[in-house]
């Protein structure tokens, strides 16, 4: 792989400050540059950019540290520093001259051997590199990422007409593997591939909306997570991107594609139009189709017939509140679609029109439909891409409806008929290795989708192989070369006695069969924690010896995972909550996603963590203080990197960019530590402070109540706390085991379990998902 030491980000906006965030966040010092402000301090804009990355919500860095790897300037003063960049990114302005002319200044300095690329979305690169050596366009090429850099997991690459093939496979691999992105080949198309078919989505939802009269709200609930959507939807999505910015690559797109016959749909709507006139362009000017009104924030929505605002609405569709039931995406949508209300029929015409739109653009914008399906899903965060949702939906049954209806089928799906083909996409498992073919619109018949190596998913693998052994909860399954995956499959991944006895069980067959063990899935979540409707309802019935037992079997399996035979390595990822954290900080090692929110949040629902959270935050950090606010104040790490500074992660842990990539490394990690794996035993020395340090901490929780920051319940529970981490009523400082303080976690944990302030901040939680102070 071609080493990428520095980078230069040429323009400081939005895009521009984030990317060169981004790269920090993989360690690559940069430099971002922008325009000289009149009047102001000559590296202001790149500045301004620079804070928004740090401060913004979400903010654009792992860590607020991170910032120290990006330095400011600006191209009059600074251009000089691009002569120390590997690759040299542009980001300014969709505006070509001006694009020319800094590309122009920087050829005259850049480094010979520099990776030059643009993130244009809607410029042809032959329009900006027309006149330069051939010398330098081999190194140029587009490479557009998707805002926010740092969430957002596409990346289209796009070559020029003489970009060098080992330039493209440099940053194809350094895409992937250090900045973590999913890498999508695009043609030199307007606005490459997930632009194109995101903007005529969108165009089609507002067609059908002004067509048919739904309201905004009416849109926004029906095409979000109800479809395997953002929950964003459409509009609100709209809001946060900027009105204005949809309007101009719409209009920009409309201009580029004239034998386009769908184009009109890319256009600005007359009450868009009319909304940019007045500045209500989203949340940069306070409103757009939503706004909040008066000091409770109240939320309006917009009528776009009159432009006047009112109370948003949550509209109800009788065939969406059953589909909701429905938890399979597939049986969702195709029930959906089926129904004759308002719901079924706006989406049935929104998403028929999509999925024709998408084929009729292969080969044009793609040869494959593979890589049109990878574009929404990592650009636009669908579940899934328009040929993965004409499976869903059924393909046959789908295209002869639409044929039914007098609407003409693109010639390649004609074709694929005419075949007999059942789908686009189509499993080819082969001696146990999972496998994929699909529909090659362009030359026609199915191909094998390639392999990437270090990628490999769970389902896939359950597919071909099978499991080991199933429970409701959690599966074990065969990862290949002597790696044992426990895979959590309950709602959220929430842990009951499901997750433990299959944990024990993923032990036991280890200890039998395999070298190493993981523990992964593949949900949104790793694990929000504990199964809070069972804690409340053992506690509402006085279950007290079966919540005791239960605690204990948690407290015995997180202890059996730390202490294994064989090295157990957890594959945390996203939210990893309460007993999803405990479970975490007992594996022999971690390897994390970069994007991993971890945290012991039980006081959230008036508990305490009692599966050796306390017990273990004490053993490493060795300041009860520190752990004191981090259990107490349920602080949930930002990033991989702060969950290292916050103690959860250990410094040996891996940390893997490219979330695909996990499960894959996790093995890789596991069967490094096999070779010279020791259990180890429990320990007998962690050192605890005592009634001194009981006292302190108490200290500070009636602080914390005098200034009316916590509750009276609070206090309450911050001195059970505040017990477990010195140790119990202990005289002074001493060492204790382990065990010893599981059992206090235990006792604190039923203790407050027996509270009704505690019952009614859990009931609270589950009935709204929001914490309750009381």
């Excluded at 194809?172 to 695009?186: A, Y």
């Excluded at 990539?661 to 490094?672: H, V």
Aim: charged share 25%; glycine share 10%.
């Amino acid at each position: 792989m071609m080493t990428i030491r520095r980078v230069t980000v040429l323009g400081a906006g939005t895009m521009g400050s984030r990317i060169a965030a981004h790269f920090a966040n993989a360690q690559v010092p940069a430099d971002l540059l922008d325009i000289v402000i009149p009047g102001a301090d000559r590296s202001a804009a790149a500045r301004k950019g620079l804070d928004g990355a740090v401060k913004g919500k979400p903010p654009g860095l792992f860590t607020a540290g991170s910032a120290g790897l990006v330095s400011v300037g600006n191209f009059e003063d600074h251009l000089e520093r691009v002569r120390n960049a590997d690759w040299i990114i542009e980001a300014v302005t969709e505006n070509l001259e001006i694009k020319r002319d800094l590309w122009r200044r920087v050829l005259a300095v850049a480094r010979p051997d520099a990776i030059l690329s643009t993130n244009t979305s809607g410029i042809p690169l032959r329009q900006i590199s027309e006149g330069w050596p051939d010398e330098a366009a081999r190194r140029f090429l587009g490479t557009h990422f998707f805002n926010p850099p740092r969430y957002l997991h596409l990346l289209e690459v796009i070559p020029g007409a003489l970009t060098d093939a080992a330039i493209l496979a440099a940053v194809t691999e350094f895409g992937d593997r250090r900045l973590g992105k999913g890498v999508v080949p695009c043609k030199d198309t307007p606005n490459f591939i997930a632009n194109r078919i995101g903007s005529f989505f969108g165009g089609t939802v507002h067609k059908v909306m002004m067509e048919d009269g739904y309201t905004i709200e009416e849109v926004d609930a029906l095409t979000g997570g109800l479809i395997g959507l953002p929950n964003s939807a459409s509009f609100r999505l709209l809001d946060l991107v900027g009105i204005d910015v949809w309007a101009f690559v719409g209009n920009n797109l409309h201009a580029a594609v004239p034998d386009d016959p769908w184009r009109a749909r890319f256009l600005a709507t007359p009450f868009i139009q009319q909304m940019m006139e007045r500045k209500w362009l989203g949340d940069k000017t306070g409103q757009g189709f939503y706004k909040k009104v008066g000091p409770a924030r109240e939320l309006h929505a917009i009528d776009w017939r009159t432009l006047e605002y009112h109370p948003a609405e949550k509209p109800k569709f009788a065939s969406a509140e059953a589909a909701k039931g429905i938890e399979d995406l597939s049986g969702r949508l195709k029930a959906l679609v089926a129904a004759s209300d308002r719901a079924g029929t706006f989406l049935w015409k929104v998403l028929s029109d999509h999925i024709v739109y998408a084929a009729e653009r292969v080969p044009e914008i793609s040869d494959r439909i593979v890589e049109i399906d990878r574009a929404m899903r990592w650009g636009y965060a669908n579940k899934l891409g328009p040929f993965e949702l004409w499976d869903a939906l059924g393909f046959a049954e789908t295209a002869r409806r639409i044929a039914g209806e007098g609407r003409a089928l693109p010639a390649s799906v004609e074709r694929m008929l005419s075949a007999g083909a059942a789908s686009f996409y189509r499993a080819a498992d082969a001696h146990g290795a999972p496998g994929t073919e699909y529909f090659d619109l362009a030359g026609g018949g199915y191909r094998k989708l390639e392999a990437t190596p270090g990628i490999a998913t769970i389902a896939g693998l359950k597919w071909a192989r099978g499991v080991v052994k199933r429970n409701a909860g959690a599966s074990l399954v065969d990862v290949g070369d002597g790696v044992l995956c426990v895979e959590f499959h309950s709602k959220m991944n929430s842990i009951g006695d499901d997750t433990t006895s299959m944990l024990q069980a993923g032990l036991e067959e280890t200890a039998r069969n395999f070298e190493a063990m993981v523990i992964a899935n593949e949900g949104e979540n790793f694990s929000v924690g504990a199964n809070l409707m069972l804690v409340l309802m053992a506690a509402q019935d006085g279950e007290w010896d079966d919540l005791d037992l239960a605690i204990r079997r948690f407290q015995n399996t997180v202890m059996a995972l730390k202490y294994a035979l064989k090295p157990v390595v957890v594959a945390a990822f996203s939210r990893t909550l309460a007993g999803g954290a405990e479970i975490m900080l007992h594996g022999t090692r971690v390897q994390a996603s970069a994007e991993l929110y971890a945290g012991l949040v039980e006081v959230g629902v008036g508990l305490i963590p009692a599966g050796g959270g306390c017990k273990e935050l004490i053993a490493r950090l060795k300041d009860p203080r520190k752990v004191f606010e981090l259990i107490g104040m349920a602080k949930v790490s930002g990033s991989a990197e702060d969950a290292r500074w916050m103690g959860l992660l250990h410094k040996a842990d891996g940390i893997t960019m490219n979330g695909e990539r996990l499960l894959e490394d996790a093995k890789t990690l596991a069967l490094s530590l096999a070779r010279n794996h020791a259990a180890g035993a429990p320990r007998q020395d962690i050192r605890v402070a005592g009634e001194t340090g009981f006292g302190a901490l108490k200290l500070g929780a009636w602080l914390m109540r005098q200034a009316d920051y916590i509750s009276d319940h609070d206090v309450v529970i911050a001195e059970k706390l505040a017990r477990v981490l010195t140790g119990g009523e202990l005289t002074g400082e001493q060492t204790v085991s382990e065990q010893y303080l599981l059992d206090l976690e235990r006792e604190a944990f039923l203790s407050l379990c027996g509270m009704q302030k505690t019952r009614d901040r859990i009931s609270h939680m589950l009935k709204t998902g929001k914490p309750l102070r009381n």
